[in-house]
């Protein structure tokens, strides 16, 4: 062997086992995050008990024999996430199909690129933005006891930031149903919106689906907009304007400044989140999966 | 048509926006009082429940939470009903700082004793381990001008008005363990750190622990000084003297348009405790007759 080929060999394993670094670090940061909640979060769990704390009604850290539950920010999150999926898919479903059919053609992409815009705002704007609009108008002009924070305004406020998530997977999927069954529908006399409607949303049903998931996984996990707006008092929830707390605000609140046993309790709450979204982001792939395998049957 | 109704929409889109900016003026008595307060474990909150008599409490129910001064000096600058704590040397012109039990939240005041809202913060020693040598030097530059000007930079209130400067003893070298109140430990920290820097052979340790550790330490001798954040009491350490640092004073704050001027520290605790019942002060009608 003479000596340049050797040197050839042992660069290219150097840079085989430089990419496989690459690869192997994103499992691997995956895992100790894993790890780092699960393992400081686990005697927490042992010393209040699993139960205790999910379906504990009161949160009080600062008291001398301090109580963790987080049922009512359970609860919260649960209800943000709900009415902001419900407001941010209905309006961004109907983007997504004028879009696709109703919209001038030569400005669909301008509307496009500036729906992705409001992907590229730094959540703590978004805050800014329902702390100062939002929240005023709310109290001065909708809410009936003069509170503007809670589920209603960070609803509000979620729903503008998962339009674009919403908008251009729905987007897609409409464009991924073959065109003949629009025409299709239309030589059997129906009318444009029946078209729409009736066949070509229904058979971008599962990408559409995968959208929503995907946008319910970025509601349920914000947290820098959402403590802005949401009020942050830790109690069960009983109206769209009252002061609640959700699972992030919940961990953010105290991140910075508790110490001892509370972060822990913060720590276990981070756990509880992290079980939410990883069930969300299972079912996304699994839609994903089964929309691409309708897509490849429909084409052959 | 089409268009008439685009355009249609578009002009009521703008309107309501521009109707978000318009606001009524004079002060609606009748609005239910927005309980401002900090999140957990925040020094003010913790001292501000101390002050009224409502220690290691809850909020109560209807409270909105604001991380930070700045968040907090906002939703009071915006929210009429508002009300909220902040440390006094944060406190702006675009809030109303309230008088409490008709004394007004000034330094003068705080270093007078008359204001309600403030606690000593103090050092407790034992007299014969500062009598000379590292120690006392110390404690001589927790009364000097230099440190005068760290404390009032920190926005914490310094209570003597002509401090000597600090004489540097260049032969001074060695170390100095202080403990104790989280209150004070931010501003010691600051202090040790500006100490280090006129006497760079001193190293000074600062660490927490709670008032009842300051006490502790400083008299078995564990810590040089102990840090303490209420008024000294000598029965928790017989054999020490306390020697006050500065005063932090809170004051209470309420929106420009508010027409309070006056609150006694009774009506605060009934708005901020969570177990008042019916004693419980909701609506500013109660307390602006």
Same mark, same amino acid.
């Given at each position: 062997?003479?000596?340049?080929?050797?040197?050839? $060999?042992?660069? *290219?394993?150097?840079?085989?086992?430089?990419?496989?670094?690459?690869?192997?670090?994103?499992?691997?940061?995956?895992?100790?995050?894993c790890?780092?909640l699960?393992?400081?979060?686990?005697?927490?769990?042992?010393? !209040?008990?699993?139960?205790?704390?999910?379906f504990?009604?009161?949160?009080?850290?600062t008291?001398?024999?301090?109580?963790?539950?987080?049922?009512?920010?359970?609860?919260?999150?649960?209800?943000?996430?709900a009415?902001?999926?419900?407001?941010?898919?209905?309006?961004?479903?109907? !983007?997504?199909?004028?879009?696709?059919?109703f919209?001038?053609?030569?400005?669909?992409?301008?509307?496009?690129?500036?729906?992705?815009?409001?992907?590229?705002i730094?959540?703590?704007?978004?805050?800014?933005?329902?702390?100062?609009?939002?929240?005023?108008?709310?109290?001065?002009?909708?809410?009936?006891n003069?509170?503007?924070?809670?589920?209603?305004?960070?609803?509000?406020?979620?729903?503008?930031?998962?339009?674009?998530?919403?908008?251009?997977?729905?987007?897609?999927?409409?464009?991924?149903?073959?065109?003949?069954?629009?025409?299709?529908?239309?030589?059997?006399?129906? !009318?444009?919106?029946?078209?729409?409607?009736?066949?070509?949303?229904?058979?971008?049903?599962?990408?559409?689906?995968?959208?929503?998931?995907?946008?319910?996984?970025?509601?349920?996990?914000?947290?820098?907009?959402?403590?802005?707006?949401?009020?942050?008092?830790?109690?069960?929830?009983?109206?769209?304007?009252?002061?609640? $707390?959700?699972?992030?605000?919940?961990?953010?609140?105290?991140?910075?400044?508790? !110490?001892? *046993?509370?972060?822990?309790?913060?720590?276990?709450?981070?756990?509880?989140?992290?079980?939410?979204?990883?069930?969300?982001?299972?079912?996304?792939?699994?839609?994903?999966?089964?929309? *691409?395998e309708?897509n490849?049957?429909?084409?052959? | 048509?089409?268009?008439?109704?685009?355009?249609?929409?578009?002009?009521a889109l703008?309107?309501?926006?521009?109707?978000?900016?318009?606001?009524?003026?004079?002060?609606?008595?009748?609005?239910?009082?927005?309980?401002?307060a900090?999140?957990?474990?925040?020094?003010?909150?913790?001292?501000?429940?101390?002050?009224?008599?409502?220690?290691? =409490?809850?909020?109560?129910?209807?409270?909105? #939470?604001?991380?930070?001064?700045?968040?907090?000096?906002?939703?009071?600058?915006?929210?009429?009903?508002?009300?909220?704590?902040?440390?006094?040397?944060?406190?702006?012109?675009?809030?109303?700082?309230v008088?409490?039990?008709?004394?007004?939240?000034?330094?003068?005041?705080?270093?007078?004793?008359?204001?309600?809202?403030?606690r000593p913060?103090?050092?407790?020693?034992?007299?014969?381990?500062? =009598?000379?040598?590292?120690?006392?030097?110390?404690?001589?530059?927790?009364?000097?001008?230099?440190?005068?000007?760290?404390?009032?930079?920190?926005?914490?209130?310094?209570?003597?008005?002509?401090?000597?400067?600090?004489?540097?003893?260049?032969?001074?070298?060695?170390?100095?363990?202080?403990?104790?109140?989280?209150?004070?430990?931010?501003?010691?920290?600051?202090?040790?750190?500006?100490?280090?820097?006129?006497?760079?052979?001193?190293?000074?340790?600062?660490?927490?622990?709670?008032?009842?550790?300051?006490?502790?330490?400083?008299?078995?001798?564990?810590?040089?000084?102990g840090?303490i954040?209420a008024?000294?009491?000598?029965?928790?350490?017989?054999?020490?003297?306390?020697?006050?640092?500065?005063?932090?004073?809170?004051?209470? #704050?309420?929106?420009k348009?508010?027409?309070?001027?006056n609150?006694?520290?009774?009506?605060?605790?009934? #708005?901020?405790?969570?177990?008042?019942?019916?004693?419980?002060?909701?609506?500013?009608?109660?307390?602006?007759?």
């Amino acid at each position: 062997m003479n000596k340049a080929y050797s040197f050839i $060999r042992a660069r *290219e394993s150097f840079m085989k086992a430089i990419f496989i670094f690459c690869a192997v670090f994103s499992v691997f940061a995956l895992l100790s995050i894993c790890a780092f909640l699960f393992i400081s979060a686990f005697p927490f769990f042992a010393k !209040t008990g699993v139960f205790q704390f999910l379906f504990g009604t009161k949160w009080d850290i600062t008291s001398a024999t301090p109580s963790y539950g987080i049922l009512p920010m359970i609860i919260a999150s649960l209800y943000v996430t709900a009415l902001s999926t419900v407001i941010g898919v209905t309006i961004g479903l109907l !983007t997504a199909v004028s879009l696709y059919k109703f919209c001038n053609k030569k400005i669909v992409n301008n509307i496009k690129q500036l729906i992705n815009l409001l992907a590229g705002i730094p959540s703590v704007i978004y805050g800014l933005f329902g702390l100062i609009i939002v929240v005023p108008f709310l109290r001065d002009n909708v809410s009936s006891n003069g509170v503007g924070y809670g589920i209603l305004a960070a609803s509000i406020v979620l729903s503008i930031m998962i339009l674009p998530t919403v908008v251009s997977v729905s987007y897609d999927a409409l464009c991924a149903v073959p065109s003949s069954y629009f025409e299709g529908s239309l030589a059997l006399g129906a !009318t444009n919106e029946q078209a729409v409607f009736k066949v070509m949303v229904p058979a971008a049903k599962s990408g559409i689906l995968a959208g929503v998931v995907l946008a319910i996984g970025r509601a349920i996990g914000e947290t820098m907009a959402v403590i802005m707006v949401i009020g942050g008092s830790p109690v069960m929830p009983k109206g769209i304007f009252q002061s609640v $707390r959700t699972l992030t605000a919940n961990i953010a609140m105290g991140a910075t400044e508790l !110490t001892g *046993e509370a972060v822990n309790a913060l720590i276990a709450t981070g756990v509880v989140l992290f079980v939410f979204t990883l069930i969300l982001n299972i079912s996304f792939s699994l839609l994903k999966n089964r929309g *691409e395998e309708k897509n490849a049957k429909r084409k052959t | 048509m089409k268009k008439i109704i685009v355009f249609v929409s578009i002009i009521a889109l703008v309107l309501s926006f521009a109707s978000c900016g318009s606001k009524s003026s004079g002060f609606d008595t009748s609005k239910n009082i927005s309980v401002t307060a900090r999140e957990d474990g925040s020094g003010t909150k913790s001292a501000y429940m101390e002050l009224i008599g409502l220690k290691g =409490k809850a909020d109560p129910a209807n409270v909105v #939470i604001q991380t930070g001064t700045a968040a907090v000096l906002a939703e009071v600058k915006n929210n009429p009903s508002a009300i909220a704590y902040e440390s006094l040397g944060y406190i702006t012109d675009d809030v109303k700082s309230v008088s409490v039990n008709g004394v007004a939240a000034n330094a003068d005041n705080i270093k007078n004793g008359t204001y309600k809202l403030s606690r000593p913060l103090s050092v407790v020693y034992k007299d014969s381990n500062v =009598k000379s040598g590292l120690n006392k030097a110390f404690l001589a530059f927790l009364g000097s001008k230099d440190a005068q000007s760290i404390i009032s930079d920190n926005k914490y209130v310094s209570i003597y008005d002509t401090a000597p400067e600090y004489t540097i003893d260049s032969t001074l070298s060695g170390s100095i363990d202080v403990s104790g109140s989280t209150s004070l430990q931010p501003l010691m920290i600051k202090l040790a750190a500006e100490y280090e820097k006129l006497q760079p052979n001193v190293k000074v340790t600062v660490s927490g622990g709670g008032s009842g550790t300051g006490y502790k330490n400083a008299e078995n001798g564990t810590s040089a000084f102990g840090m303490i954040s209420a008024v000294f009491d000598k029965t928790n350490a017989p054999s020490c003297v306390s020697y006050t640092v500065a005063k932090d004073g809170i004051a209470v #704050i309420v929106n420009k348009q508010n027409t309070i001027s006056n609150i006694t520290v009774d009506q605060l605790k009934a #708005i901020y405790n969570k177990d008042a019942g019916k004693d419980a002060i909701t609506t500013w009608s109660q307390l602006i007759k």
